[in-house]
């Protein structure tokens, strides 16, 4: 060891654990200078104030002029400095929870209004002169009806008294009331929930003092519902992109294909260009048969087999040779005009695609016309009798099919995630709302013509109150949808279960972490590895370690970091800036122009716009627009070289994330401006404008090249990543230096993290959840990352910062297991609380009866029973009473005759309503105590009571235990602490780590390969020593040679090692332990919820044998193996005992003559008692017995004497 130096005394933070209350920003983050609340500033002040941001504005504008004006090509290039500031502007406007609230006002704001314009008119088909006519909708501030006038609630109490967080949609209506036309404003036709944090939410836009007024908490991500009391959260679906060609192959058929899923607001269907048996072929679920391809592009007006031959094949032979035989079987078919191919289209059109036409049966062409137009490639237009944009889109699909045919290469992943489009909340809940619109509006409908049918009623029928008798329906439907996550929708062929989950709040980054997650609509069961690989493209976009293990491995997804979905911009516009840009119409061109070797076709979101023979300029050009501000930041712009196209996206869905712009070498963002930011004068959204940062798709990304850091800038260089570890998501950012971690650990830690036990947010002791687990002393970890400043876990951690040895100590710390100090436990390490609800309701029933709380009942002496100690006059236990096992904490007595409609409920029922105790009572096996008492009423005017149950838990053996790389283990010994090893620094400030809390098997390293472990431990150490905290982020963060010099500094080893006694035998250990803090998170997978054990309990009613489960009080399985193991020892009397005697013996009649069961001494077959045997055997044997007799198979038994 080095010669220890003695340090000179600096004031160092204590390492006793603290609770973390605070909510002040880190220091790090940028912050803008804003007055104390409640605090008015002076006008003079505020003048300063605007002075000084004009001044920085005009700064700006200067800065933002081109910056290599002037200056040479071998002039050295200044490093951008702290361009990772960049994070937090972002995340203050877009990222992690953002998009859900984004989709949801775009929902509110744009789509609703869409919806009602798409189905805005009523009419009846008893009386033509009524109508009712839509002309606005609205939705309101969240409400809670109490005694018929509304009032405004917050989120909080919706928690708390089980209802739903929603607000009133109204309409403005017009309709006929006999020969008057009647205005309505603000009908209101049902409820909708409103997502936290939106624009109809309470807390949008609400400053910290105003949301802890609310008790809400201010680092809560919102972007949920609550429905009934539960947080629901609708997670981010995973869908094909709509109206984009993919061209696939079947190896086993033989088969390769062009598919396109049109998606208009209209219809929605799949073509398919496929070739089979050497021969092209067009196929639609709307046409019987498939037809070839010729033959519909006939139909489609082109006629000359020359220029269809060069629409699809173009100019190439093989193509041309490949294509060719396609013309021939147009002759056969006997079709050369386009009338003939008409009819031979028509023929083939299914009878009920017919059957939907009003009126006498039409030609067969003109049904053959209208499917062309209307339902194949629906989303390409036609106008007219003009398909010539159909057309040459076929000839498009035709032609990839042919490439795909000559370069397998060509051949689309289906996996790519630039051919994925992502569902929002917003876009889920507008396939919902005009689903149950329609319904709603057809039910009206109904109801109208049911009274205007009516002879006797009167001419002044008013639809006021038909429209408000169905405002229930958009209500339920909505609770329903969101409650169960079915996503039901007939009408648009939409079958979805799991589209909600509820929000798992165990720990505050498993509720962010859910936020940010991705379900797909693959079969989890299907072990196939494609679709659940780790795709290049998946860089930056999706976090490449946060995926669960098991069968959803690589399905189940979530965000990275800068992750921004896309939402729908409108593409007309974009049409007409294309044409100005010198696009050519693509109407007019032929075969040969298209296919020309310099001629680009220009496509806008999957339609054929144009061509184009400078795309290099082309989209040059259209960039400079979008950098401008001219158009929107995230439409898409890329060039196509093996298609030869330029595509342009607009839609919603797509993933993108912003970039540095590099412009001859130099990033455009400079360390001028980043300062700027820093004083708060601009925001993430003036880089965007002034084009010094975009966005790009993954498309784009590919049409890109972009450089990790400033010091691999090259001259073809056009963009710079912001900061490379924002590739990984918010889970994952919490693992220090993960990437000297083997990946699989990385990925157990995205799944531990989210089971850790710490603070889930700053209103935690105001909830009452169903199961909450809180860390008492909860810490912020020594060694952090950027990520973990950007997301809050500092203010809300879950874990503690434990000292640690690394040695093999008593044996007891083999696989895994960890040894504890008894001492730090006493101390407060490790310590948690378990919160458990119980609810009851006192219900009102139909026949007038209703539940009651009575007190406590007493013995014949006057005094209370036993379990009814704590019970109080109110019949409900008092807020800190100590609650046993088996203790009554509600005395709750419900009336027996409550189903007995003919009871009397007058003067004097009272007297003669008998009630049954049904009481609530203490289940668990450890004391709690009682927390919180809460009565209220429910939306139906039904008491609720509410009790919340506290166990305050210390770790003890069998404990689960994790650090932040993966690695887990369970306590596996407490120690006292004179018999814990201990170092001899007994010294300021030295002395915080003198004895280890936690002692850790070395044997966890060398398979497992967690080296970012091995350096946390340096680094915290370094920390503790310096009064610093340390930085682990991926690929940067603190590094080893500064981390050992500290330690040298302070008169510690450089390697982290120290010289330990052993606490037993007082002898100096004959080795170095590395040693020092480490972070560990307790998980919540605890002994005291996990002890089972059974001798006699209940039975499965159909097998008579235990029931399972902790909960049912059920056995204990002994398996497959653990019967191979008996068997292996040959202990075959155990077996008997365990599988049949403790389990499910049965005594029957066995008849020794036929081999079949009887019964009380008698065979029913041999009609006889005489070797009519008795036999145990399993009750299961029995019943598959008489099962499989009842599928006319018969076993019998064949007897032996034993």
């Known amino acids: ?134 002309t606005g909708i609205h939705v309101g501030m969240p409400s809670r009806n109490d005694d018929s006038f509304d009032r405004s609630v917050t989120p909080h109490e919706c928690r708390l008294r089980d209802t739903t967080y929603a607000a009133t949609i109204t309409v403005d209506v017009q309709y006929t009331r006999g020969n008057v036309i009647v205005r309505r404003k603000g009908v209101p036709i049902g409820r909708l929930p409103i997502m936290l944090r939106s624009n109809k939410c309470v807390l949008a836009g609400q400053s910290e003092a105003a949301l802890a007024r609310m008790t809400e908490c201010p680092l809560d ?50 073509t398919y260009v496929l070739m089979k048996k050497n021969r092209i072929y067009l196929r639609h679920n709307s046409i019987n048969e498939d037809i070839p391809v010729c033959i519909a592009l006939k139909a489609m007006g082109i006629q000359a087999d020359k220029e269809i031959l060069l629409l699809c094949a173009g100019t190439t032979e093989a193509h041309k040779a490949a294509f060719a035989p396609n013309l021939e079987d147009c002759a056969l078919a006997g079709v050369f ?16 695609r017919r059957g939907f036409q009003a009126g006498p049966k039409r030609p067969v ?219 050519e119409d693509i109407t007019f061109s032929t075969g040969a122009e298209i296919y020309s070797p310099h001629t680009f076709v220009v496509n806008v979101n999957g339609s054929i716009v144009g061509l184009t023979r400078f795309p290099t300029r082309f989209v040059g050009n259209f960039r400079k627009l979008r950098r401008s501000g001219r158009i929107s930041e995230f439409i898409s712009v890329y060039i196509n070289h093996h298609h030869h196209t330029v595509h342009i996206a607009s839609d919603g869905g797509r993933i993108c994330r912003p970039m540095i712009i590099v412009e001859n070498q130099r990033p455009r963002v400079r360390t001028e401006h980043i300062n700027l930011l820093k004083r708060g004068v601009v925001t993430f959204d003036d880089f965007l404008k002034k084009g010094l940062i975009e966005y790009l798709d993954v498309n784009e990304e590919n049409d890109s090249h972009i450089a990790l850091y400033e010091s691999s800038i090259e001259p073809s260089t056009t963009h710079l990543e912001i900061e490379p570890f924002t590739i990984l998501g918010a889970v994952a950012g919490l693992i220090p230096y993960p990437h000297h971690n083997q990946s699989p650990r990385n990925t157990y830690q995205c799944a531990m993290g989210k089971q850790s036990i710490g603070a889930i947010a700053y209103n935690q002791l105001n909830r009452i959840d169903t199961l909450l687990y809180l860390s008492v002393y909860p810490q912020q970890p020594m060694v952090k990352t950027k990520t973990i400043e950007l997301i809050g876990y500092d203010r809300l951690p879950a874990g503690q910062n434990a000292t640690v040895a690394v040695m093999s100590y008593s044996g007891y710390d083999i696989e895994d297991a960890l040894i504890l100090n008894k001492a730090s436990l006493d101390r407060g390490y490790g310590r948690c609380q378990v919160f458990r609800k119980n609810a009851t309701l006192i219900r009102k029933y139909p026949n007038g009866t209703f539940d009651r709380l009575a007190d406590a009942p007493r013995e014949a002496d006057g005094t209370v029973q036993k379990r009814y100690d704590i019970i109080q006059a109110d019949g409900i236990a008092g807020v800190g009473e100590r609650v046993d096992p088996g ?54 005017d039904q008491t609720l009571v509410k009790v919340l149950l506290r166990q305050t838990r210390r770790p ?80 940067g963060g603190s590094k080893v040679e500064d981390m050992s010099k500290i330690l040298i500094d302070y008169g510690f080893s450089y390697a982290g090692k120290d010289m330990l006694t052993s606490g037993i035998t007082g002898e100096p250990m004959e080795c170095y332990v590395y040693f020092g803090p480490i972070y560990y998170q307790k998980l919540k997978h605890m002994v005291m919820d996990k002890m089972h054990a059974r001798a006699k309990g209940p039975r499965a009613v159909l097998t008579r044998q235990p029931t399972e489960g902790r909960s049912r009080d059920g056995g204990l399985r002994l398996g497959e193996m653990e019967r191979d193991c008996l068997i292996g020892y040959g202990a075959t009397q155990l077996l008997l005992e365990r599988l049949m005697i403790s389990s499910d013996a049965f005594e029957i009649n066995a008849c020794e003559t036929c081999g079949l069961m009887g019964y009380n001494g008698w065979c029913p077959y041999c009609k006889s008692s005489k070797k009519v045997a008795k036999l145990t055997i399993p009750y299961a044997a029995k019943l598959l017995f008489q099962e499989l007799t009842a599928m006319n198979v018969l076993p019998r038994l064949v007897l032996e004497d034993a």
Not at 23 to 34: F, G, I, R
Not at 95 to 110: A, E, M, P, R, T
Not at 233 to 248: A, G, W
Not at 898 to 906: K, V
């Open 221 to 270: 991500p919102g972007g949920y519902f609550i429905v009934k009391g539960t947080e629901k959260v609708i997670l981010v679906q995973e869908q094909l992109s709509k109206n984009r060609i993919i061209v696939e192959t079947d190896p086993v058929k033989g088969i390769v294909q062009a598919s396109v899923t049109s998606s208009t607001h209209e219809r929605k269907s799949k």
């Open 956 to 1035: 003890e053996l069998g404990d689960k235990f994790s650090s932040r790389h993966g690695q887990k283990g369970v306590c596996g010994l407490i120690v006292n602490q004179e018999d814990m090893p201990f170092n001899d620094q007994g010294i300021n400030p030295g002395e915080s780590i003198r004895i280890a809390d936690t002692i850790m098997n070395p044997h966890g390293f060398p398979s497992r390969m967690t080296v970012g472990k091995m350096i946390e431990l340096l680094a915290g150490k370094a920390g503790v020593l310096s009064g610093s905290l340390q930085y682990g982020t991926a690929f």
């Open 1 to 134: 060891m080095p010669p220890r130096k003695v340090p000179v005394r600096k004031a160092v933070p204590s390492a006793n654990p603290t609770p973390v209350a605070s909510t002040s920003k880190a220091a790090d983050l940028p912050t803008t200078s804003q007055p104390k609340s409640g605090a008015t500033p002076t006008k003079h002040a505020v003048a300063e104030d605007e002075v000084a941001r004009q001044e920085g504005l005009a700064e700006w504008e200067e800065m933002c002029r081109p910056n290599w004006k002037g200056l040479g090509l071998m002039d050295p290039i200044k490093n951008v400095e702290d361009k990772w500031l960049l994070l937090p502007a972002f995340l203050k406007v877009k990222g992690l929870v953002k998009q859900h609230i984004d989709s949801f006002n775009y929902f509110v704001d744009v789509d609703l209004a869409n919806i009602l314009k798409a189905n805005n008119k009523v009419l009846s088909d008893v009386d033509p002169k009524f109508w009712l006519k839509y």
């Open 365 to 583: 062409w003109e049904e053959a016309m209208e499917a062309l137009a209307t339902i194949v490639l629906a989303h390409v237009e036609v106008k007219g009798t003009d398909f010539k944009h159909k057309a040459i889109y076929i000839a498009t699909m035709t032609r990839r099919v042919l490439m795909a045919m000559a370069d397998e290469k060509l051949v689309d992943d289906r996996d790519y995630v630039g051919n994925k489009r992502l569902e929002l909340a917003g876009q889920l809940l507008s396939l919902l709302f005009e689903d149950i619109f329609k319904t709603f509006n057809q039910n009206l409908k109904s109801s109208i013509d049911k009274v205007l049918k009516k002879p006797s009623r009167t001419s002044e029928f008013d639809a006021y109150q038909s429209l408000l008798y169905q405002s229930d329906l958009i209500t339920s439907g909505f609770v329903r949808a969101i409650s169960t996550g079915n996503w039901s929708l007939k009408r648009f062929k939409m079958e979805r279960a799991g589209v909600t989950h509820v929000l798992s709040r165990l720990s505050f980054i498993s509720a962010l972490g859910m936020m940010t997650r991705i379900s797909s609509q693959f079969e989890k069961t299907r072990k196939v590895s494609g679709p659940r690989a780790l795709q290049p493209s998946q860089w930056g976009m999706l976090c490449t370690s946060d995926t669960p293990e098991g069968e959803a491995c690589g399905l189940v997804k979530n965000l990275a970091l800068m992750t921004h979905i896309t939402t729908d911009v409108e593409e007309e516009p974009i049409k007409k800036i294309v044409y100005m840009l010198g696009v």
């Open 887 to 940: 203790d009554v904490y509600v005395n709750k007595q419900s009336p027996i005759n409550a189903n007995d409609n003919t009871f009397n409920t007058g003067q004097g029922a009272s007297a003669s309503i008998s009630y049954r105790n049904t009481p609530m009572s203490y289940k668990s096996p450890m004391a709690g105590y009682i927390d919180k008492v809460m009565l209220t009423d429910t939306d139906n």
């Open 337 to 352: 005009t386009t009338q003939q191919a008409l009819e031979y289209i028509g023929s083939r059109v299914k009878v009920t």
